[in-house]
């Protein structure tokens, strides 16, 4: 199911499929939304950004601190377990998808957290306005969606360009950490991420080692199980 058709013409590296939602997550995500949803102006469409709209993260956790973004969060285990190891530290989960973001808000709930908000938001808005410039210490897009149909490629989030999106809101020094199941994909990144003048490589060798920070996801062990190898990459910002 896709979003209503609207005048966006922005990049979109993303379709919203629908799906049954339990009672449970319907009453999560209205109950819980107003603790950790960032809800700001739209622009055209419903996953939008308007383009005055700022997400400041001083005022939105009330400290300075550092600050992780995760892209397409899924259910929320990896930036669950992150805020919950890393208390010290704030991060903000970016995602178009009710059900996974209902999961993050109930699962946060749970574990008491007070260092996560959530995005409802098309991914490059959100690093191409509303954070402001060298605001994010380090961005993350674990498995994101390889649109493995040759004819769906040009879909794909990284891609020639990304480069500067993605290092306008990453301060000087800061990492963007991927990793992909899909070889052809990690293969792309890479290509990308190496010309790309904002980035240089954090990592030595072919591909750099699984990031111990993400915990072994049902996704992440699926992709295993059919024989596929889960590759990473690191990239620092390069000193403006």
């Given at each position: 199911?896709?979003?209503?058709?609207?005048?966006?013409?922005?990049?979109?590296?993303?379709?919203?499929?629908?799906?049954?939602?339990?009672?449970?997550?319907?009453?999560?995500?209205?109950?819980?939304?107003?603790?950790?949803?960032?809800?700001?102006?739209?622009?055209?469409?419903?996953?939008?950004?308007?383009?005055?709209?700022?997400?400041?993260?001083?005022?939105?956790?009330?400290?300075?601190?550092?600050?992780?973004?995760?892209?397409?969060?899924?259910?929320?285990?990896?930036?669950?377990?992150?805020?919950?190891?890393?208390?010290?530290?704030d991060f903000?989960?970016?995602?178009?998808?009710?059900?996974?973001?209902?999961?993050?808000?109930?699962?946060?709930?749970?574990?008491?957290?007070?260092?996560?908000?959530?995005?409802?938001?098309?991914?490059?808005?959100?690093?191409?306005?509303?954070?402001?410039?060298?605001?994010?210490?380090?961005?993350?897009?674990?498995?994101?969606?390889?649109?493995?149909?040759?004819?769906?490629?040009?879909?794909?989030?990284?891609?020639?360009?990304?480069?500067?999106?993605?290092?306008?809101a990453i301060?000087d020094g800061?990492?963007?950490?991927?990793?992909?199941?899909?070889?052809?994909?990690?293969?792309?990144?890479?290509?990308?991420?190496?010309?790309?003048?904002?980035?240089?490589?954090?990592?030595?060798?072919?591909?750099?080692?699984?990031?111990?920070?993400?915990?072994?996801?049902?996704?992440?062990?699926?992709?295993?199980?059919?024989?596929?190898?889960?590759?990473?990459?690191?990239?620092?910002?390069?000193?403006?």
């Open positions: 199911m896709t979003e209503p058709a609207t005048r966006r013409t922005g990049p979109l590296s993303f379709v919203r499929r629908g799906g049954r939602r339990s009672a449970g997550l319907e009453g999560a995500g209205r109950e819980l939304a107003p603790t950790y949803v960032f809800d700001g102006p739209r622009d055209v469409a419903e996953t939008s950004v308007h383009p005055d709209a700022r997400f400041v993260p001083q005022q939105e956790f009330g400290r300075v601190a550092p600050l992780v973004v995760e892209i397409g969060t899924g259910q929320g285990h990896a930036i669950i377990h992150a805020a919950t190891e890393h208390p010290e530290t903000l989960a970016v995602e178009v998808y009710h059900g996974g973001l209902a999961r993050t808000m109930l699962d946060a709930d749970k574990a008491g957290l007070q260092n996560l908000r959530l995005i409802e938001a098309n991914a490059p808005e959100v690093l191409q306005t509303l954070l402001p410039e060298a605001s994010t210490d380090e961005v993350r897009i674990f498995f994101p969606d390889p649109w493995h149909k040759k004819r769906h490629n040009k879909r794909r989030m990284i891609s020639p360009g990304f480069g500067a999106v993605v290092g306008r301060r800061g990492l963007l950490r991927l990793a992909t199941d899909w070889e052809d994909y990690a293969l792309q990144m890479r290509e990308v991420l190496d010309e790309e003048p904002e980035f240089e490589r954090a990592f030595d060798g072919e591909w750099d080692d699984r990031f111990a920070g993400r915990p072994m996801t049902a996704f992440e062990r699926k992709g295993l199980d059919k024989g596929r190898d889960i590759r990473d990459l690191t990239y620092r910002r390069i000193a403006r």
